[in-house]
């Protein structure tokens, strides 16, 4: 048997054991949302594309910057937690499985927005039959598929030792946690084996989730369109997702704390942390966009001033001024001094870079297809209620999909939370005197073992 | 805990090795599609060289993503030390 839950952490599992009105509120006002997007759909595949705003030229819209923007945010989970796992951070540990279910939810929810795209779902078999490599949608299929495979195997790996928890302990839904347990004892051998797999995927998902984001990029920097063609549009895009990916960490760990009252686990110092990251991402990112767009102004070439000018000045100023007030401005400001209010601070900080980043995708996407280097006429992009449905549902859906998991399964680790308690302690004061210079002064045996 | 019957013991594990099976077949698809694609640009003379050079990335992160599922369903099920 699984060592049971500690009594301590009990009120991890209380959200599997009980459920709340709450929950059932929160099912049906998401399901609301769900069901718009389920109408606007509907709408869109019994009349075809012509009911939303997609036109000549502009025929990537809402459906393609949301594509960008899930994909985006999917980098929070794994590659943030895979980099703390590898960097052996401690404070990690309440944080890297809402990090990682975050990844595997918004990665369906962003690759079937392709598929609403298309118009007729049924011609992604044309894909599969004659998909032709040298296009970058076609990398981007391969590497999204690459990416959602490690992902769900990441999120479900360190969930064993925590299935195995629920099976023995809960007493329902006892085939699906005793099936997707594994025979989890604990023994030796199982523990060597999970940590060695872990400690594989978590290599293999940074170059994998990075290579993601590059090739997403990929298809608008392989065109010659203005301000498209980018050679930094790679880490741009990159730096953009675990910019986006951290604040809708950040946003998932404040609701479910204050939903599950997860106080004890989820600490200011945790958010300060994050806040710090955020922080620099803010500024990374400004970075990235100042160098983006003061290389395309200098050339002067006059289809990129086109497109430069109708974000600075044009039709898209409100969503490249918002854009650069909410990923920059009030990030920097609420997150330069974080004594007091930790926690609002994040919270306000990173609803505005999920806003920013959101009209970021949007400011990429739509401009240069309104303002075409080849002779169409330009054009401007309204969205009509299919396509802002469509999003509303989008977003409920990826909500809904969380919070079922949360039912399902501990939305913190228990078991690395009580290894933490029992074993990373001892090891981080060992590991911190290793650190240190030799004085002469006596040090523990053990730690001098390990140094 | 629940008085209820736990599951046979054969049915859990029946499922479990299923599970296995379905992730040789998920990644086993992919691979063949990637396969396919190569085989069409070859045969159709249509830049080929994309084709392989994207398979030559792609293909061993597939498999080294089935190397791990079944290290794990092999390492995990196979272990009767804590039984």
Redesign the interface.
């Known amino acids: 048997m699984a060592e049971p839950a500690d009594h301590r952490d009990a009120t991890l599992l209380a959200p599997i054991e009980r459920t709340g009105p709450g929950f059932y509120w929160a099912v049906g006002l998401l399901s609301l949302f769900i069901l718009w997007g389920a109408i606007a759909y509907w709408t869109q595949l019994d009349e075809g594309l012509g009911v939303t705003g997609l036109h000549q030229p502009v025929s990537w819209g809402f459906y393609v910057t949301n594509f960008v923007f899930f994909i985006g945010i999917s980098h929070a989970g794994t590659l943030i937690s895979a980099i703390l796992r590898l960097s052996r951070a401690e404070w990690r540990r309440p944080i890297t499985r809402m990090a990682e279910v975050i990844t595997v939810m918004v990665l369906f929810i962003g690759a079937g927005q392709i598929l609403v795209d298309l118009g007729r779902p049924d011609r992604v078999l044309n894909v599969i039959r004659y998909g032709r490599y040298q296009s970058p949608l076609l990398w981007d299929a391969t590497s999204i598929s690459a990416y959602l495979t490690a992902s769900i195997l990441y999120l479900y790996l360190p969930m064993i030792p925590d299935i195995a928890i629920l099976r023995d302990r809960l007493g329902k839904r006892e085939l699906l946690y005793t099936v997707l347990a594994l025979g989890w004892t604990g023994s030796a051998r199982q523990q060597k084996v999970l940590n060695r797999a872990i400690a594989v995927m978590a290599v293999l998902v940074i170059p994998i989730a990075v290579s993601v984001h590059s090739v997403v990029s990929f298809v608008f920097s392989m065109t010659l369109q203005p301000m498209w063609h980018s050679t930094i549009f790679g880490p741009y895009f990159v730096v953009g997702a675990i910019f986006s990916g951290i604040a809708a960490l950040i946003v998932a760990m404040i609701v479910f704390r204050k939903a599950y009252g997860l106080e004890a686990y989820l600490k200011p110092i945790h958010f300060r942390y994050l806040g710090q990251l955020l922080l620099v991402m803010s500024l990374l990112w400004f970075y990235f966009t100042f160098a983006e767009y003061l290389t395309g102004y200098y050339g002067g070439e006059p289809e990129e001033m086109k497109v430069f000018w109708a974000k600075f000045s044009g039709p898209f100023w409100p969503f490249f001024w918002g854009m650069a007030l909410a990923n920059f401005v009030i990030p920097v400001l609420c997150l330069m001094r974080l004594g007091r209010r930790t926690v609002g601070k994040v919270l306000a900080a990173s609803l505005s870079v999920l806003v920013g980043m959101w009209l970021e995708r949007f400011i990429i996407v739509v401009p240069t297809l309104s303002n075409p280097r080849l002779p169409f006429g330009e054009g401007i992009y309204w969205p009509t209620w299919v396509e802002w449905g469509e999003t509303a549902g989008s977003f409920a859906l990826f909500a809904l999909f969380y919070l079922l998991f949360t039912k399902l399964f501990p939305v913190i680790s228990i078991w690395e939370i009580r290894e933490g308690r029992e074993v990373g302690v001892k090891e981080v004061e060992e590991r911190v005197v290793s650190y240190l210079p030799d004085t002469g002064e006596p040090v523990p045996a053990e730690s001098v073992r390990r140094r | ?2 008085d ?1 019957r ?2 046979p013991p054969r049915v ?1 594990r029946a ?2 090795w299923a ?1 296995a099976g379905a992730a040789i077949v ?2 086993g698809g ?1 691979i063949t ?2 396969i396919h ?2 085989r ?2 070859w045969g159709l003379r ?2 080929p060289s ?2 392989i ?3 030559l990335v ?1 293909i061993p ?2 498999l ?2 089935l190397g ?2 079944l ?3 092999w ?3 196979g ?1 009767r ?3």
Do not use: E, H, K, N
């Open positions: 805990m629940s209820r736990p599951a859990v499922i479990q599970m998920f990644i992919i599609w990637i694609l190569i069409t640009a249509d830049v994309a084709s050079g994207i398979s792609a992160v597939f080294t993503l791990v599922i290290y794990v369903f390492g995990l099920l272990d030390s804590g039984r």
